[in-house]
């Protein structure tokens, strides 16, 4: 812990504001160091699961949950009040927990996943996977990447995202990887906060004004047809967690909840291809992703040995 | 465990009971229900377990280099600070004099947090909460969310003032 405290000698004490601050065992204004997210969890594969498989379908979950959390933090001092901005940016924090954990849970499982950087280099496994992989390497549906709409695009979007990922995060409470089972249960609390905000906004919008209405309806124009990617099955899915083919009926009972409070339907829409089949979970993504890394991760690519 | 390793444990834990939260400085780690267990190894190296509020609370590391520094500083030469995950962190761990503490600081205590299946709610949570200022009920949601992860923003209507509410977790 020491070696992270900047050291500074006394002489200029005096000349710097942050003199006080640093180095000073009493008290310090500064997260120290990295902490291990699982520091002393118990991280051996369960029998019968294949670890690389496993790590797989982490990082599908876990790049979900960072790179929406990514675009839900672009929100930040944009949205139409201090509340909401509050509540994006919480909601985010979130998203951001999980994803350390579950990239966390991805390296664990399988090292060989983990980007190589400089002998030396103190940078952590999980933050190797979220600022030194490129857009092909990410594994989250399409749906977390998109650029940013108006508030009713946030909202439509958001109410998709947690009603999906609670469906899954419920079953996965009693899966066999004791990690997996523990931020599932963590996680579930987090996003039925979740799906309760962005429904309450989704029904308000509905039955608002003329022009709230009209942008929410334009919303679902952009976001339904991404639904579908949400429910097909891959092989890793449906091998080592959920297959999301059996979330389809879940899904759609509580998003015809809402729309049937909001007084609202469904636009007709197809669902949005993938290229020659490859859809987010095989690493094909839309430009998007690029120009989301590109400002997500060009700091940390920068100072490859640094320590945060 | 030898009669001198279950002292060090006993004032290891009243050491680590005492160390506060970081952003809810008048409650313990202890009082929030952070922290889980501490214990000793073969090698006198005291072990601390804590468990995160949220997934996301940026507050953990804090928590550990506290919990680190304090020990330390009481003469313990060896401690380790381990995540304990399982079972999650529920408001419920929260302990009475956690709650007199929120309150007498001006901060709403939780209520029971919810149990069994997880319900859509498309109206308001409804809680009956007292504003900590004047202990008026008349007190109204300002925000789902708030300064930090565990908490709602509230106002009371009685005497105007706004106010924090931890929310059921």
Not at chain 1, 221 to 250: F, H, K, N, Q, Y
Not at chain 2, 62 to 78: K, P
Not at chain 2, 117 to 136: F, K, N
Request: hydrophobic share 40%; aromatic share 6%; glycine share 8%.
């Amino acid at each position: 812990m020491s070696d992270a405290h900047i050291t500074q000698d006394t002489e200029g004490e005096h000349d710097n504001a942050y003199a006080g601050l640093l180095g000073n065992d009493a008290h310090w204004a500064f997260g120290t160091d990295f902490e291990d997210p699982l520091a002393g969890v118990d991280t051996t594969i369960p029998d019968g699961v294949d670890a690389s498989e496993l790590a797989q379908y982490c990082l599908m979950l876990g790049d979900d949950a960072l790179v929406y959390a990514q675009r839900l933090s672009e929100w930040t001092s944009r949205a139409p009040d201090l509340e909401e901005d509050i509540a994006i940016a919480n909601i985010a924090l979130d998203l951001v927990g999980q994803a350390r954990l579950l990239l966390a849970r991805a390296a664990a499982a399988d090292p060989a996943l983990v980007p190589s950087l400089p002998e030396g280099s103190p940078v952590p496994d999980e933050d190797r996977l979220a600022y030194f992989r490129d857009a092909g390497a990410f594994r989250n549906v399409r749906l977390a990447e998109q650029p940013n709409g108006d508030f009713a695009e946030l909202i439509a979007r958001l109410l998709v995202m947690s009603t999906w990922r609670l469906a899954i995060f419920q079953r996965l409470v009693d899966h066999q990887d004791a990690v997996v089972a523990a931020i599932a249960a963590k996680g579930v609390k987090e996003l039925a906060y979740h799906r309760d905000f962005a429904g309450r906004w989704f029904v308000t919008l509905a039955r608002g004004t003329g022009e709230s209405h009209r942008r929410l309806t334009d919303a679902m124009r952009t976001v339904w047809p991404l639904i579908p990617e949400l429910t097909a099955s891959t092989e890793t899915e449906s091998r080592v967690g959920v297959d999301p083919a059996t979330l389809a009926d879940e899904i759609g009972v509580v998003l015809d909840q809402v729309l049937a409070v909001a007084g609202i339907t469904a636009p007709e829409t197809p669902g949005l291809a993938g290229v020659r089949g490859r859809t987010g979970r095989h690493g094909m993504h839309s430009e998007a992703l690029s120009r989301l890394l590109a400002e997500m991760q060009v700091v940390a690519r920068a100072h490859p040995m640094g320590r945060w | 465990m030898t009669t001198l390793e279950t002292t060090a444990v006993q004032r290891a834990r009243a050491i680590a009971s005492e160390v506060t939260d970081p952003e809810l400085p008048m409650l313990t780690l202890a009082d929030l229900g952070v922290l889980r267990d501490v214990a000793v190894e073969d090698d006198g190296t005291i072990v601390v377990a804590i468990t995160p509020t949220y997934s996301g609370c940026p507050a953990m590391a804090t928590m550990r280099d506290d919990l680190v520094h304090r020990l330390t500083g009481a003469g313990f030469e060896s401690v380790r600070v381990r995540v304990q995950l399982s079972p999650p962190w529920t408001t419920d761990w929260i302990t009475d004099d956690g709650r007199k503490a929120l309150a007498d600081n001006g901060i709403s205590p939780p209520g029971v947090a919810p149990r069994g299946p997880v319900m859509l709610s498309l109206t308001p949570t409804r809680r009956a909460i007292q504003c900590p200022q004047c202990g008026s009920g008349d007190t109204e949601v300002t925000s789902e969310f708030g300064s930090t992860a565990c908490k709602a923003l509230y106002r009371c209507r009685a005497c105007g003032d706004p106010f924090d509410h931890i929310k059921e977790h």
